[in-house]
């Protein structure tokens, strides 16, 4: 590992001190407190968890601000991939020790908000129980891998599940410190049975420089947002109708800090394709590259996608190459991208089951006043034993419906007046991260403000016969992106307390990011901002182009001066 000139981040030699991610969490989660230290909160993200406060329920108090703690708990699920039994024990452990809601993830994960810390250990033994579990789901490693969504059952997107699941396990921390803390080394979960070494092959003692996310897909369908990961395999299939090797992306990541031009948001490169069996040598090979000469100096400067714009993508190959050796193909065309709609009823390949694709704003599972989402939800799926993927548009597809079984299934949901369906086509790809009150990094509204938007954008394309190409919209609460919104035809990032800053531009198919349009307009402005590029773009004389490509199309200075 290269020695830097710079002194490392103070991570880093918290990570070397913590003896294998244990630290002190075993002693502070012994204590009668509600909440942990700074340094052990950093820990527990190894661990799969999150220490947040709700910002609402803050109190003024003689001594300063009260604070109301809880965790939030991320499981580990390869693709999204649950069974009935097992999406239960989420849905009950949202009740019993969480706030009530399930949270789907951007990527293919659920979240658990509003644990107490006296609770937490009950709640990721539980999880265990159901041969699943949040470690590594958060901190500097490689997290949970998407896959893409196979609502058909197609036999070519389902070999994947064993692609993705055997990435996730490969690069699953060694450490036993998970089994110790939570489970009483009572390992039952049949895939973590191997970790119990003391040591890190892959990683070592301070693992990875920063988090460092893993997509894989078929090379054409890009319904995972690809690029925007670390790394990615796009799988090709072979004449046997079985994967016979992978166009391999590095680079991606959407992170950035406002008036920082040093952060940037960052598609991955193609570094070329490789045979199946290259698979994780070449995956090892760059996630090692990133360890030994990622930046340990600057955490904003830490992700692979700055070592591969600093050093230059050739470089970077060379070294994945001399690493894993094998060399890449570079000559291999790859197919265009498109992302199949998998919302709605659709028949599965075999012709005999259904699939439904659930929609779900935001990815938030909740009963409501007359909407009883969480429980009908809950009710679908384990009466009719339904196995389901989460999807990486914070949606859900019920998977094996009979025909019987999809007649029953619309009558109850009609009896509960729940509707599968998007309200409008603007809501189909829409995502919004959760924000305030209980992200720590939110400067100001995402989720709780994107459903009072989007019916505004929907009513002005309604009234410009704009509906059927309804762009993909995005909102996040602060720059950090995890709502994707930088690669979305419409990126609206937090600016400061009920202000955003405004990217447009991004691929419908996820390929490019947009350009900064406004870097600050107030919440209520946006619909007439957009009013006014819809305009624009209705009037163009191109009527087939989109709108991320209309506005990558016209320059940023031009577009800004359209709309003074």
């Known amino acids: 590992m290269t020695t830097p000139e710079k002194p490392l981040d ?15 969490i075993a002693q502070e989660l012994a204590e009668p407190t509600d909440h942990f230290t700074a340094e052990t909160v950093n820990l527990l993200k190894f661990h799969g968890m999150y220490q947040q406060d709700d910002r609402d329920k803050r109190q003024k108090t003689p001594d300063g601000i009260k604070k109301e703690y809880s965790l939030m708990l991320r499981g580990r699920i390869p693709g999204g991939r649950l069974t009935a039994s097992q999406y239960a024990v989420w849905d009950d452990l949202a009740s019993q020790y969480g706030s009530g809601s399930l949270r789907l993830t951007t990527r293919q994960s659920v979240q658990l908000h509003g644990v107490l810390k006296k609770n937490v ?16 789901a958060c901190g500097d490693v490689v997290r949970n891998v998407t896959e893409a969504h196979n609502p058909l059952g197609r036999d070519d997107l389902a070999q994947l599940a064993e692609v993705s699941d055997l ?21 039952q979960h049949e895939l973590q049975e191997e970790i119990t070494d003391q040591s890190e092959p892959i990683y070592g003692e301070t693992y990875l420089p920063r988090k460092f996310k893993i997509g894989v897909t078929l090379a054409g369908d ?4 690809l690029y925007t990961n670390d790394m990615g395999f796009a ?27 040093t952060t940037f948001p960052r598609v991955a490169d193609l570094l070329g394709w490789v045979p199946a069996e290259a698979l994780i040598p070449i995956a090892e090979g760059i996630v090692i590259v990133q360890r030994d000469h990622g930046d340990r100096t600057n955490r904003k400067h830490a992700r692979l996608k700055y070592l591969i ?81 989460i999807t990486a548009d914070q949606d859900l597809i019920l998977l094996g419906i009979t025909d019987e079984a999809k007649a029953a299934i619309e009558n109850r949901l009609a009896e509960l007046g729940i509707n599968p369906e998007s309200p409008a086509t603007i809501y189909d790809r829409a995502l919004a991260c959760p924000a305030l009150p209980t992200c720590g990094l939110a400067i100001t509204e995402s989720e709780r403000y994107l459903p009072n938007l989007l019916p505004e954008l929907q009513k002005i394309l309604d009234e410009l ?13 602060c720059p950090n992106g995890c709502a994707r919104p930088y690669s979305a035809e419409i990126g609206i990032v937090g600016r400061t307390l009920g202000a955003y800053a405004v990217f447009v531009g991004g691929d419908p198919e996820g390929t490019r990011i947009g350009d900064l349009l406004n870097d600050n307009v107030k919440a209520e402005e946006l619909a007439d901002l957009f009013r006014k590029l819809f305009r624009l773009w209705k009037t163009s004389g191109r009527p087939e182009e989109s709108f991320g490509d209309f506005t990558h199309r016209v320059p940023v200075s031009e577009l800004q001066r359209a709309l003074a």
């Open 10 to 24: 103070k991570n880093e030699a918290l990570k070397a001190a913590s003896d294998g991610l244990r630290g002190n």
């Open 167 to 187: 990435l996730s396990d490969h690069f699953k921390p060694r450490s036993g410190a998970y089994a110790e803390i939570w489970l009483d080394d009572q390992l």
């Open 222 to 225: 890009n319904g995972i947002d």
């Open 235 to 261: 799988a090709t299939i072979g004449e046997n109708g079985k994967i016979d090797g992978y166009f391999v992306f590095a680079g991606g990541g959407l992170g950035m800090s406002h008036n920082r031009p």
């Open 465 to 477: 016969n704009l509906a059927h190409k309804a762009p993909v919209v995005r909102m996040t609460g």
């Open 121 to 136: 250990k009950q709640t990721i033994r539980a999880i265990n129980k159901a041969l699943l579990s949040t470690i590594a």
């Open 309 to 389: 714009h600093d050093r230059g993508v050739d470089w970077f190959r060379s070294e994945v190459e001399s690493r894993a050796g094998v060399q890449f193909d570079v000559e291999k065309k790859l197919p265009e991208w498109n992302t199949p709609s998998y919302l709605g009823w659709q028949r599965q390949a075999n012709g005999k089951t259904w699939a439904l694709g659930f929609h779900t704003l935001s990815g938030r599972i909740i009963d409501r006043p007359g909407y009883p989402l969480k429980s009908a939800l809950r009710e679908i799926i384990t009466t009719y034993d339904l196995n389901v993927q």
